[in-house]
Nanobody, 123 residues
């Protein structure tokens, strides 16, 4: 079992930055791929970025490439999402997920989920 707890969301102006954190419990964190997904009101949950168990491989949605960065600290059982140059369309609830393969973008492929943290970007 893996339990995930996100933090770091909030309200920020367009062009600003936020860093989300996801703390994981359980002994399998170092062998788990981790991902960030988001869900805007009235929309389906969508892939944002993922990272391999070692942290050496990452994958980004085109909409965030060059602005967001995912990182993984296996010593702290934590995954981060650094978000820069935020846009109003980035407004959503952001979810952390743990799974087996970092290249899965389909939410159905991810096993464990956090409760989500709200990110609101004002124009």
């Amino acid at each position: 079992q893996v339990q995930l707890v996100e933090s770091g969301g909030g309200l920020v102006q367009a062009g600003g930055s936020l860093r989300l954190s996801c703390a994981a419990s359980g002994r399998t964190f170092s062998s788990s791929a981790m991902g960030w997904f988001r869900q805007a009101p009235g929309k389906e949950r969508e892939f944002v970025t993922t990272i391999s168990p070692s942290g050496g491989l990452t994958y980004y949605a085109d909409s965030v490439k060059g602005r967001f960065a995912i990182s993984k600290d296996n010593a702290k059982n934590t995954v981060y999402l650094q978000m820069n140059s935020l846009k109003p369309e980035d407004t959503a609830v952001y979810y952390c997920a743990a799974g087996s393969k970092y290249y899965y973008t389909d939410t159905d492929r991810w096993t464990y989920w956090g409760q989500g943290t709200q990110v609101t970007v004002s124009s």
